[in-house]
C-alpha cells in the first residue's frame, strides 16, 4: 500500500502545482512568439517583439537568410524597424561583435542557440555564441531599445546596417535613413549609453573613416574597451517624417536608460491588451495556442498605427506630412483576407480603435484617389475593403465620414478592374472588367490560348474574382439599403446573384466559362486552374470556391438541389482525396492549398466558413465536430498548417475557440460552432462583457444539447451582434453525442436573405 500511497501523493503533489503555476500565470505569459516560424510549405511567421499596433517590431535576421526561421543556427542582427513580410533579405539592423570590425554578414554572424533564448511580445534575450554577448531588446511604439553585455574587450563592436544614408553625428550619436518600399524614407535617431572609442563606416565592402555614407550597401561599426559583464545600451528612434521627429519620439517614449522599466512597460501594454479575453478550462497547450494566436492578431501587422509623437504622420499617397486631428491614422494591409475574421474579432476586442481605422481608409482615399489597402494597389481579388467598412457600419461604428467611404466603393465597382495584381499601374476597368459589368460574370481564357489582355498580370482568376465581388457587392447593397439609397441597393442586389452565372448545374460545381458563355473544357475540380489555380480561381481550386457565397449561403443549397444535396456535397469535399502518389504534383500546383482535410484546405482564407455552413444546411453538429482546431494548430514552430497572413490564420482560432465565427461579415450575426475552453469573457469596453460558458465541454463532450442567450432559450445556432453587445451570456450545455433536433429548424435559420439585422 505505501508505493502505491506515494504514488498518488506524487500525482496530487503534481497536479497541486500544475494549478498553482497556471493561477500565477497572465495572459502574456502564454504566448509562444516562435508559433509558426517554421512554413509547411510557404510563408512561416516571424517571432517579433513589438507594441499592439506599434511601428517598430524587433527580432533576429537568421544568416544565410531562410524563410523558416526558425531553423536558422545564426543570427546577422537584429531588426531595427521591421522585420522581412515575405521576404528574406534583413532590412536596418544591428549587431554586436568583438574583435577586428567585419562588415560581411558572413563575416560577422554569429552562432545562437533556441535553449538559450528568450522571446516574448515586449522583450527578446538570446547569446551570441560566438562572442559571449549576450543581446537583449524591447519597445516602445516609435522605438527599439537594445542592451548588450561584452565580455572583457579591447575591441566590443556595435554595427548598424541600412541602405541610404549613416552618419556618426556624435560620440555617442548616429542618424541613418533607410528607402522603404521606393515610396517614403524611415529615418533613424540611435544613441548609445557609452560614447565611441573609435568608429568607421562602410559602403558595400569598402571600409572608411569618413564620418558619412551614402548607397545601397552601407554601415557604421563603433567600438569600445569593455570590462568583463559592461553592458552597453542603444536607443533608436524611428520615424516617418524627419530626423527631428525621430529624435522626438525616442526622447518621449524612451527618455532615460532604464532598459527594465521599458521592458515592464511593454509588458503591462500587452497583458492588458490580450486580457481583453480571458478563457478558462482547457489544457495548458490550448491556452499557449489561443493567446498565442491573440498576439498574432493584436500585433496589428494589418494595421500598423502610423500616427506619431505630436499628432501627425506621413502619407505614402500624397508625400505630405498631414495631422491627425485627434484620430490616430492606421497603415491597413492587405484587404485580401483580412476581412473574413481578423477585422470582426477586432471590433470586438478593440472597438475603440475602430473608427479611426474606418476613417484611415478615408484619409487614404482622400489623398491618393483610389479607395485602396496601404499598398497603393490591389495585391489580391476582391474589394474587400468594402466588406470591412460594411460590417464596422452595420456594427453600430459610425463615427466616419461613410458618405466619402460609399462613393469612393461606389466608383471602385463601378470603374476599376477586377484584376489582382494587374501589369499596369492603370486602375481602370479593362476588357475583361466589361464583360462582367455586362453579363455578370468575369471571362476566362481558353487554356490553348495565348493571354492577349495586356493588363492581365498575376492570372485571370475568373471564378474567383466573379466570386469574389459578388460578395462584395451584397455589402454594397445592404450598405445602400441602411444609407436610403434605394436605386443602389437593387442594382448591387442584382450584381451580389452574379454567381449563379458561374455555377453549373450539371457538374454541381463553379466553374470558368468564356466572354461568350461557353463552359471551359475539360474541367476538374481538383487540377483545373493552373499553377495555383491563378487562370480560374486563385491559390485554391474549384471544390473549395465552389462554397465562396458566404452572403447567400440559402440561395447556393437551392442551386445545389436542397438541403441534403448540399451536406452531402460538404462531406463529399472532406472526404475527397488527392491519390497518395499524386500528392507531390498538386502541392506543386496549389502550395496555398495546405491543412488538407480531404480536398478541403485550412491553410488558406476563402475556405474558413466552409465547416460553419452546416449550420445553415440543418447539422449543426457536423460543424461542432471542432476537428480543425484539433489538428491543424499547434504550439510550436509548424503551429500553423498555413500562411499565416499576420494575424489571419490566427484569428479564425480566437473566434472558433470561444465558440463562434463569422460568415458573412456585413450581416452583424456570429455563427455558433464548438468552444474549446469551459469559459471565455470578451471586455467589450464600458464596463460590459460578453461571456460563452461550456461548463462541460472536452475532447467528447463537444455537441451541443440545448443554448441559452442572456438567460432566455435559443434553438438557432447563431445570435446577433446587437446580443452580444447586450453584456450578457451564451451558455451552451454540452454533451458526447449530437443533439440532432437542436437548432436545425429550416425557419430559424442564421439569416441568409438580404435583409440583414440591424444593430
Not at 563575416?107 to 560566438?130: I, K, M, N, Q, W
Not at 491519390?579 to 488538407?596: H, N, V
Request: aromatic fraction near 14%; glycine fraction near 8%; proline fraction near 5%.
Amino acid at each position: 500500500m505505501k508505493p502505491l500511497f506515494s504514488y498518488c501523493l506524487a500525482i496530487l503533489l503534481a497536479g497541486l502545482v500544475s494549478c498553482a503555476e497556471s493561477a500565477r500565470k497572465e495572459p502574456v505569459d502564454y504566448v509562444n512568439p516562435n508559433t509558426g516560424t517554421i512554413g509547411h510549405l510557404l510563408v512561416a511567421t516571424n517571432s517579433m517583439t513589438q507594441l499592439p499596433h506599434g511601428m517598430v517590431q524587433v527580432g533576429q535576421n537568421p544568416y544565410p537568410p531562410l524563410a523558416d526561421r526558425y531553423l536558422a543556427d545564426r543570427i546577422s542582427g537584429f531588426s531595427i524597424r521591421a522585420l522581412p513580410r515575405y521576404a528574406t533579405k534583413p532590412l536596418a539592423e544591428i549587431m554586436a561583435t568583438t574583435g577586428a570590425p567585419a562588415v560581411e554578414a558572413e563575416e560577422y554572424a554569429s552562432g545562437f542557440d533556441h535553449d538559450f533564448e528568450t522571446v516574448t511580445p515586449y522583450y527578446t534575450r538570446l547569446l551570441l555564441e560566438d562572442y559571449d554577448i549576450d543581446a537583449a531588446m524591447t519597445v516602445s511604439q516609435h522605438a527599439s531599445f537594445y542592451k548588450f553585455r561584452f565580455p572583457q574587450s579591447e575591441q566590443a563592436n556595435i554595427l548598424i546596417n541600412n541602405n541610404r544614408t549613416i552618419r556618426i553625428a556624435g560620440e555617442n550619436r548616429i542618424e541613418s535613413t533607410e528607402t522603404v518600399d521606393s515610396t517614403q524614407t524611415a529615418y533613424y535617431y540611435a544613441e548609445f549609453s557609452k560614447p565611441f572609442s573609435s568608429a568607421i563606416t562602410w559602403n558595400d565592402s569598402s571600409k572608411s573613416e569618413k564620418d558619412f555614407q551614402e548607397g545601397e550597401r552601407i554601415g557604421a561599426c563603433v567600438s569600445f574597451r569593455t570590462s568583463r559583464d559592461e553592458e552597453i545600451m542603444v536607443k533608436i528612434g524611428v520615424s516617418f517624417i524627419s530626423m527631428e521627429q525621430a529624435k522626438k519620439n525616442l526622447t518621449a517614449e524612451i527618455p532615460d536608460w532604464d532598459f527594465e522599466k521599458t521592458k515592464n512597460d511593454a509588458r503591462k501594454i500587452w497583458n492588458d491588451a490580450l486580457g481583453r479575453i480571458r478563457v478558462e478550462g482547457g489544457t495548458q497547450r490550448q491556452k499557449t495556442i489561443f493567446y498565442t494566436a491573440l498576439y498574432r492578431v493584436m500585433l496589428g501587422s494589418q494595421s500598423i498605427d502610423l500616427t506619431e509623437q505630436g499628432g501627425r504622420y506621413y502619407s505614402r499617397f500624397d508625400k505630405q506630412v498631414h495631422e491627425t486631428g485627434g484620430h490616430n491614422f492606421y497603415k491597413v494591409g492587405s484587404n485580401w483576407g483580412s476581412h473574413h475574421s481578423l477585422f470582426p474579432l477586432c471590433l470586438l476586442i478593440e472597438p475603440e480603435i475602430q473608427n479611426d481605422l474606418m476613417r484611415s481608409y478615408v484619409r487614404m482615399q482622400q489623398e491618393g484617389d483610389w479607395l485602396v489597402n496601404s499598398g497603393g494597389f490591389r495585391n489580391m481579388i476582391g474589394r474587400h475593403e468594402t466588406a470591412t467598412i460594411t460590417d464596422a457600419y452595420m456594427k453600430g461604428y459610425r463615427d466616419f465620414d461613410i458618405e466619402t467611404a460609399y462613393e469612393a466603393m461606389k466608383r471602385n465597382s463601378k470603374e476599376a478592374t477586377m484584376l489582382s495584381r494587374p501589369s499596369t499601374n492603370d486602375w481602370r476597368g479593362t476588357e475583361l472588367d466589361k464583360v462582367y459589368w455586362e453579363k455578370g460574370f468575369f471571362p476566362a481564357k481558353p487554356s490553348d490560348q495565348p493571354e492577349w489582355v495586356k493588363e492581365v498580370g498575376f492570372g485571370r482568376q475568373s471564378v474567383a474574382i466573379t466570386l469574389e465581388n459578388c460578395y462584395d457587392d451584397w455589402c454594397m447593397s445592404i450598405l445602400a439599403k441602411e444609407l436610403d439609397k434605394e436605386e443602389d441597393y437593387q442594382y448591387y442586389l442584382k450584381r451580389a446573384l452574379n454567381y449563379q452565372n458561374v455555377f453549373d448545374t450539371a457538374t454541381g460545381f463553379m466553374r470558368p466559362k468564356t466572354a461568350d458563355g461557353r463552359w471551359i473544357e475539360p474541367f476538374d475540380p481538383i487540377w483545373s486552374g493552373g499553377q495555383g489555380g491563378r487562370e480560374f480561381y486563385t491559390e485554391n481550386n474549384g471544390w473549395n470556391y465552389t462554397w465562396y457565397v458566404p452572403h447567400d449561403v440559402e440561395g447556393l443549397i437551392g442551386l445545389m438541389g436542397g438541403r441534403e444535396k448540399f451536406t452531402d456535397k460538404l462531406q463529399t469535399m472532406f472526404e475527397t482525396n488527392v491519390p497518395l502518389y499524386q500528392k507531390y504534383d498538386f502541392l506543386k500546383q496549389y502550395p496555398d492549398m495546405t491543412g488538407w482535410i480531404g480536398m478541403y484546405s485550412h491553410g488558406n482564407e476563402i475556405t474558413w466558413h466552409i465547416p460553419y455552413l452546416y449550420n445553415y444546411a440543418g447539422q449543426p453538429w457536423m460543424t461542432q465536430r471542432r476537428q480543425i482546431m484539433d489538428v491543424w494548430y499547434g504550439d510550436g514552430p509548424l503551429g500553423y498548417c498555413g500562411d499565416e497572413d499576420y494575424g489571419e490564420m490566427a484569428s479564425w482560432y480566437v473566434l472558433s475557440a470561444m465558440g463562434f465565427y463569422t460568415v458573412a461579415p456585413g450581416r452583424p450575426v456570429y455563427d455558433i460552432g464548438c468552444p474549446l475552453f469551459e469559459k471565455s469573457t470578451i471586455d467589450l469596453g464600458g464596463g460590459k462583457t460578453f461571456t460563452v460558458e461550456a461548463p462541460d465541454v472536452s475532447a467528447q463532450n463537444k455537441y451541443i444539447q440545448s443554448a441559452t442567450l442572456n438567460g432566455r432559450p435559443i434553438d438557432r445556432p447563431w445570435f446577433t451582434h446587437e446580443e452580444l453587445q447586450q453584456s450578457g451570456t451564451l451558455f451552451l450545455q454540452m454533451g458526447p453525442r449530437p443533439n440532432r433536433s437542436w437548432g436545425t429548424n429550416p425557419e430559424k435559420m442564421p439569416f441568409t436573405d438580404h435583409d440583414a439585422p440591424k444593430n
